[in-house]
Structure formats: structure tokens, C-alpha cells
């Protein structure tokens, strides 16, 4: 990380990207994403499908299209009606080097290559900017233009980067529809927070035509951070029997486990998912394994951990189980009812303390003193790093956004309020840093964190 902080003084000018972590720098043509330089191979005879919705922010896809080609991508444009409004057919043709195709009914267009043979071609569908029209239509599973039927015909990933006034982006139609579509598996880039075209201030804006760029390469490539590397997470709640038809649990809804998981895939990473149960769409590229019982979940783990090289806890796993469950419904014949509870195991620690382990990084959820019990837990678990959240009263639990303190035995850092796939991805990035730093040598396992101070 002081590397990276070296280097970062080297290239002024740094722009950071509101709402993400990332370190992105321009220098002239040569481009460095988190300290590492992008070379015109990264991305070589690539196929990307760049379409282009109606919003002001088009303006800026002229600049992904070169930055793309300049990594050896090849880009071929399509634009909706909308998006024809805001930035010319022309110019999107002059930085491509390809027609850009606008319609489904051109005859022409479509004798040199169908929109099924276009769909084929695309190995990545990346729409820059999606407008909040565009997201809905592309929920719906319309078919009504040539990007949307591009969209249905594609057995590759999509992507979309929305871009939008703050209030469309928050409306609960938008919400929705992002929800379904990243429950399909297309990934939602951004957008990032900070002013708008229209004056205001807030979430909304597309992400910076670097940091997409990043993302595709990404998702062309899997040439991330954790490439090579297999990372093992828990997720969700636990359920603790009483009777055949009662339990004990609590509102986890593991939104948080699936986003660093889904975090994880896109840093290139094989991902093994162990959840509780949630009523949440696996993401692309993962597995998963489905549990009920903490006592389930530590079975399900220790079969997976040998071969891990990162274990993450994000589980709220059951703390006590009922001491002896009853085999048949349990009927009301007193005023009163005790019920004996025992403690379950701890999966993280048990793992945590294997003599060969994996990097192991637990969560914390506190109601108070967060950052203090947090640190104990990292202490008495004998943990590489620890995420501590604030619960209770409509925070973290079952909400869209969350904040963390993440800890290591000698450094802290804060990562403020976000949505939490975003957040995912700037704590898998410091997860990727601490494991490669501890890997190096750079720090002793239980303080590879201590550069991040
Ligand atoms: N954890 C676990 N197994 C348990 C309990 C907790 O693996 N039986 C893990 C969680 O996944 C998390 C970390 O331990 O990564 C801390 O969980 P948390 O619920 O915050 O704390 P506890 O250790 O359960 O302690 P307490 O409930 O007293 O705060």
C-alpha cells in the first residue's frame, strides 16, 4: 500500500472517483488503475458491444471507446434513438472505426452482420451511460429496439453504467429494476455519487471512463487482484431448530456476503459461497453451498477450506441452539415455557485456528462500542483483518447501504456509506492488498494492514 502511495505522488494528477476507492491516474496515454499500468495488450482482440443510451452523460462514451481501444479492444457502437439526441452517429464512428449501428429495420447494417450474429460477436455487452428508461426496459425483457433485442440475444456478460438525476436513480421503480437485473446477473457499474449535470448533487453520475474501463477489463479478463486465488465466504443468517416447525434466527438477509462474493468473482478470484437461508439470486460465476444450522455451515466449510486461500465470515451465524430440539410440535400446555440454549460452534475461529489457514477476515455486527468490540474479536479470534458494521435500528441489517471500520492489529480505515456491492469492492480491494502483502512478506500475518494506517 505505501507503494502505491509512492506512486500515486510520482503521476500527479490523481483523480479519485467519488463514492469508489479506486486510484486512477492519467498520464498522457499511459493509464495506471490502483498503481498498476494498463499496456495495449490487457484487453487484445477483446469484443466489446458498447451501447449507448440517452443522457447527457454520452458524452463521455467517445472517451470510454478510445480508452478501450487504446488497451487492443475492438468496439463496435450502438445507439438508441435517445442517445443520438445528446452525441452524433459520427463522432462515435470516427473513434471506433466501425459504423455504428443505430436500427433493428436497417436492411443494409443488417446484411453485413444480423443483430444475432452481432449478439454472438460481443464478448461483453457494456451500455455507458443506461439511462433509467433504458434499465427499466431492460427488466421488462423488451425487445423494442436494437440494444434491447442485443440484450436478449447475448449469451455473454452485460453491464450496464447508469447515469441519472439522484431522485430517478433513488425512485423505487429504478431500485427495482436494478434489483432484477443484477438478481439476473448483469452487472450494474456505479453510478457514482457527487454533482450533476442537472445542478444537483447526489447518487447518479456514470462512472469515469477509466474505472469502466477497469471493470470491462475485469470482466474480459479476470485478470483481477485476486486471479488464481480461491476465496471461501459465509453469508446470511442461521437457523437454529426448536420443533419441526419453529426456529431461531435473526435478519441477516446476506446482501452484504453475496455482494463481497460477487466483489471477489469480479477481482478474478474462484468463489465459493456457504449461505444460510436468504432469498437471494447466486451471482454469476459462483458457487454455492446452502445451509441451515451454524453446526451445517461449519460442516459445509471445513469441507471447502482445505485449498483457500482467503476465508471470509460474513455470516451471522446462530451464537445458541436450542439444547434439545423436539421432535414434534411443541404444544401450549403451561403459562410459561423455558427453553435451554447451548452454545454453537464458531466457524471463523475454528478456522482461524487450522495450522495451515487461509487469510481470514471476520465481520463485526455491534450495536455499540463498535470499533472497540471489534477489535476484540480480531484479537481473541486471531483474525487477519476484521469489517465492523453498526446494526440494529434500520442500519446494515436487510438495507442497500451499509458503512465499515475495517481493522487490522496495528491500522484502521474508514469506508463511508455506500451501496453495499460498492462497498464490497473497496473492502475485497484492501482484503487483495493485505493478502498480497502478507504473501510478499511486505507484513507479518495479523498486521498486513499496518501500512493502511
Ligand atoms: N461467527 C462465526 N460463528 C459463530 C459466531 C460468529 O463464524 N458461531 C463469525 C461471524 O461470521 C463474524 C464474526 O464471527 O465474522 C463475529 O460475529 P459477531 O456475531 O459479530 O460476534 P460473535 O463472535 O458472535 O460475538 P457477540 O455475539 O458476543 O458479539
Same mark, same amino acid.
Given at each position: 500500500?505505501?507503494?502505491?502511495?509512492?506512486?500515486?505522488?510520482?503521476?500527479?494528477?490523481?483523480?479519485?472517483?467519488?463514492?469508489?476507492?479506486?486510484?486512477?491516474?492519467?498520464?498522457?496515454?499511459?493509464?495506471?488503475?490502483?498503481?498498476?499500468?494498463?499496456?495495449?495488450?490487457?484487453?487484445?482482440?477483446?469484443?466489446?458491444?458498447?451501447?449507448?443510451?440517452?443522457?447527457?452523460?454520452?458524452?463521455?462514451?467517445?472517451?470510454?471507446?478510445?480508452?478501450?481501444?487504446?488497451?487492443?479492444?475492438?468496439?463496435?457502437?450502438?445507439?438508441?434513438?435517445?442517445?443520438?439526441?445528446?452525441?452524433?452517429?459520427?463522432?462515435?464512428?470516427?473513434?471506433?472505426?466501425?459504423?455504428?449501428?443505430?436500427?433493428?429495420?436497417?436492411?443494409?447494417?443488417?446484411?453485413?452482420?444480423?443483430?444475432?450474429?452481432?449478439?454472438?460477436?460481443?464478448?461483453?455487452?457494456?451500455?455507458?451511460?443506461?439511462?433509467?428508461?433504458?434499465?427499466?426496459?431492460?427488466?421488462?425483457?423488451?425487445?423494442?429496439?436494437?440494444?434491447?433485442?442485443?440484450?436478449?440475444?447475448?449469451?455473454?456478460?452485460?453491464?450496464?453504467?447508469?447515469?441519472?438525476?439522484?431522485?430517478?436513480?433513488?425512485?423505487?421503480?429504478?431500485?427495482?429494476?436494478?434489483?432484477?437485473?443484477?438478481?439476473?446477473?448483469?452487472?450494474?457499474?456505479?453510478?457514482?455519487?457527487?454533482?450533476?449535470?442537472?445542478?444537483?448533487?447526489?447518487?447518479?453520475?456514470?462512472?469515469?471512463?477509466?474505472?469502466?474501463?477497469?471493470?470491462?477489463?475485469?470482466?474480459?479478463?479476470?485478470?483481477?487482484?485476486?486471479?488464481?486465488?480461491?476465496?471461501?465466504?459465509?453469508?446470511?443468517?442461521?437457523?437454529?431448530?426448536?420443533?419441526?416447525?419453529?426456529?431461531?434466527?435473526?435478519?441477516?438477509? $446476506?446482501?452484504?456476503?453475496?455482494? &463481497?462474493?460477487? #466483489? *471477489?468473482?469480479?477481482?478474478? %478470484?474462484?468463489?465459493?459461497? !456457504? =449461505? @444460510?437461508?436468504?432469498?437471494?439470486?447466486?451471482?454469476? $460465476?459462483?458457487?454455492?453451498?446452502? &445451509?441451515?444450522? #451454524? *453446526?451445517?455451515?461449519?460442516? %459445509?466449510?471445513?469441507?471447502? !477450506? =482445505? @485449498?483457500?486461500?482467503?476465508?471470509?465470515?460474513?455470516?451471522?451465524?446462530?451464537?445458541?441452539?436450542?439444547?434439545?430440539? *423436539?421432535?414434534?410440535?411443541?404444544?401450549?400446555?403451561?403459562?410459561?415455557?423455558?427453553?435451554?440454549?447451548?452454545?454453537?460452534?464458531?466457524?471463523?475461529?475454528?478456522?482461524?485456528?487450522?495450522?495451515?489457514?487461509?487469510?481470514?477476515?471476520?465481520?463485526?455486527?455491534e450495536?455499540?462500542s463498535v470499533e472497540q468490540h471489534a477489535r476484540g474479536?480480531?484479537?481473541?479470534?486471531?483474525?487477519?483483518?476484521?469489517?465492523?458494521?453498526?446494526?440494529?435500528?434500520?442500519?446494515?441489517?436487510?438495507?442497500?447501504?451499509?458503512?465499515?471500520?475495517?481493522?487490522?492489529?496495528?491500522?484502521?480505515?474508514?469506508?463511508?456509506?455506500?451501496?453495499?456491492?460498492?462497498?464490497?469492492?473497496?473492502?475485497?480491494?484492501?482484503?487483495?492488498?493485505?493478502?498480497?502483502?502478507?504473501?510478499?512478506?511486505?507484513?507479518?500475518?495479523?498486521?498486513?494492514?499496518?501500512?493502511?494506517?
Amino acid at each position: 500500500m505505501a507503494g502505491v502511495l509512492a506512486e500515486i505522488a510520482l503521476f500527479q494528477p490523481v483523480v479519485c472517483v467519488a463514492g469508489e476507492c479506486r486510484r486512477i491516474i492519467h498520464c498522457n496515454r499511459v493509464n495506471r488503475i490502483n498503481g498498476e499500468p494498463l499496456t495495449e495488450a490487457r484487453m487484445q482482440g477483446k469484443r466489446i458491444l458498447l451501447g449507448v443510451t440517452g443522457g447527457i452523460a454520452a458524452y463521455k462514451s467517445p472517451d470510454l471507446v478510445r480508452r478501450l481501444r487504446e488497451l487492443g479492444a475492438e468496439v463496435q457502437v450502438v445507439m438508441t434513438a435517445a442517445a443520438r439526441e445528446f452525441v452524433t452517429a459520427a463522432t462515435f464512428q470516427a473513434v471506433s472505426g466501425r459504423p455504428v449501428r443505430t436500427d433493428l429495420w436497417d436492411a443494409a447494417a443488417e446484411a453485413a452482420m444480423g443483430h444475432i450474429e452481432l449478439a454472438r460477436w460481443a464478448e461483453l455487452v457494456l451500455i455507458a451511460p443506461a439511462s433509467a428508461d433504458f434499465l427499466a426496459r431492460l427488466a421488462t425483457g423488451q425487445a423494442d429496439d436494437l440494444l434491447t433485442t442485443l440484450c436478449l440475444a447475448t449469451e455473454s456478460p452485460i453491464a450496464v453504467a447508469p447515469a441519472m438525476n439522484r431522485v430517478m436513480w433513488a425512485n423505487a421503480a429504478t431500485r427495482a429494476n436494478v434489483e432484477t437485473l443484477q438478481q439476473r446477473g448483469i452487472q450494474v457499474f456505479g453510478p457514482a455519487e457527487g454533482e450533476q449535470a442537472c445542478g444537483e448533487v447526489g447518487a447518479g453520475r456514470m462512472l469515469e471512463p477509466l474505472e469502466l474501463v477497469d471493470r470491462a477489463r475485469f470482466l474480459t479478463t479476470r485478470e483481477g487482484p485476486l486471479r488464481g486465488r480461491r476465496v471461501l465466504i459465509t453469508a446470511g443468517p442461521t437457523r437454529e431448530r426448536i420443533d419441526p416447525v419453529r426456529f431461531i434466527s435473526n435478519r441477516s438477509s $446476506g446482501k452484504m456476503g453475496f455482494a &463481497v462474493a460477487q #466483489a *471477489a468473482r469480479e477481482a478474478g %478470484a474462484e468463489v465459493v459461497l !456457504v =449461505c @444460510g437461508p436468504v432469498s437471494l439470486a447466486t451471482p454469476a $460465476g459462483i458457487r454455492r453451498i446452502d &445451509v441451515e444450522s #451454524a *453446526a451445517d455451515m461449519l460442516n %459445509a466449510v471445513m469441507g471447502e !477450506v =482445505c @485449498g483457500a486461500d482467503i476465508f471470509i465470515s460474513t455470516a451471522a451465524v446462530a451464537d445458541y441452539r436450542p439444547a434439545a430440539p *423436539a421432535e414434534q410440535k411443541i404444544k401450549k400446555t403451561t403459562e410459561h415455557m423455558d427453553l435451554s440454549m447451548e452454545r454453537t460452534p464458531d466457524v471463523l475461529a475454528t478456522v482461524a485456528a487450522l495450522p495451515h489457514r487461509p487469510f481470514v477476515v471476520g465481520f463485526a455486527a455491534e450495536t455499540e462500542s463498535v470499533e472497540q468490540h471489534a477489535r476484540g474479536k480480531l484479537m481473541k479470534k486471531n483474525l487477519d483483518m476484521i469489517a465492523a458494521n453498526e446494526v440494529g435500528h434500520d442500519k446494515a441489517f436487510d438495507c442497500e447501504d451499509n458503512a465499515l471500520i475495517v481493522l487490522w492489529r496495528n491500522a484502521r480505515r474508514e469506508l463511508s456509506r455506500a451501496p453495499k456491492v460498492t462497498l464490497a469492492r473497496q473492502l475485497v480491494a484492501l482484503i487483495a492488498e493485505s493478502y498480497a502483502a502478507g504473501k510478499s512478506g511486505l507484513a507479518q500475518r495479523g498486521s498486513a494492514g499496518s501500512a493502511l494506517a
